[in-house]
T-cell receptor, first 114, second 110 residues
Framework: GAVVSQHPSRVICKSGTSVKIECRSL??????MFWYRQFPKQSLMLMAT?????????EQGVEKDKFLINHASLTLSTLTVTSAHPEDSSFYIC??????????FGPGTRLTVL | GNSVTQMEGPVTLSEEAFLTINCTYTATGYPSLFWYVQYPGEGLQLLLKATKADDKGSNKGFEATYRKETTSFHLEKGSVQVSDSAVYFCALESGNQFYFGTGTSLTVIP
């Protein structure tokens, strides 16, 4: 099946710093990529949808200035958590959708903000 | 609107026991239905899916049938193994967007 990678898999940072998470579709071109957040023992919550070359669409309640999304190419999307705080600590998962419609999930990035 | 409700856990079973995890949904239109599995510290892996009513998805001994009349997609396995311990998510896709249930944690003990 198709492969979606995320980097880094784990990151620990100090409060106030910014963290960038990369999501790559390794063997297909993704027309759309999605970013999810997962709190401990809870389900995935969609944060935003990004289409290559255009601005991301954020879900209600997600601060677009806090969570910057860039979808620079058909195989790469980045999520930058700006001025991170402990409450931003979470598991962030991306997914990428093929032009044919099937969606594949990345392995996730565990962010811990001290 | 679209939503997924799945049975709350945690579920603890002995090896070789029968597993059922209930999942029901509400949706506008004709969604596709999925079960994903998440092992500790990892992302989601697609376990099985069904794209239309009466379809049965199956993989690794797990099965689920898309029941439109009861708006359900219950996950079953006849004989669980310790390696099946994980969190299972029911999900629907409608309008190219996914909606997930809250997940059910399964622990299988030897």
């Amino acid at each position: 099946g198709a492969v979606v990678s995320q980097h880094p898999s784990r990151v620990i940072c100090k409060s106030g710093t910014s963290v960038k998470i990369e999501c790559r579709s390794l063997d297909f071109q993704a027309t759309t990529m999605f970013w999810y957040r997962q709190f401990p023992k809870q389900s995935l919550m969609l944060m935003a949808t990004s289409n290559e070359g255009s601005k991301a669409t954020y879900e209600q309640g997600v601060e677009k200035d806090k969570f910057l999304i860039n979808h620079a190419s058909l195989t790469l999307s980045t999520l930058t958590v700006t001025s991170a705080h402990p409450e931003d600590s979470s598991f962030y998962i991306c997914s990428a959708r093929r032009p044919a419609g099937e969606q594949f999930f990345g392995p996730g990035t565990r962010l811990t903000v001290l | 609107g679209n939503s997924v409700t799945q049975m709350e856990g945690p579920v603890t079973l002995s090896e070789e026991a029968f597993l059922t995890i209930n999942c029901t949904y509400t949706a506008t239109g004709y969604p596709s239905l999925f079960w994903y599995v998440q092992y500790p510290g990892e992302g989601l892996q697609l376990l099985l899916k069904a794209t239309k009513a009466d379809d049965k998805g199956s993989n690794k001994g797990f099965e689920a049938t898309y029941r439109k009349e009861t708006t359900s997609f219950h996950l079953e396995k006849g004989s669980v193994q310790v390696s099946d311990s994980a969190v299972y998510f029911c999900a629907l896709e409608s309008g190219n967007q996914f909606y997930f249930g809250t997940g059910t944690s399964l622990t299988v003990i030897p």
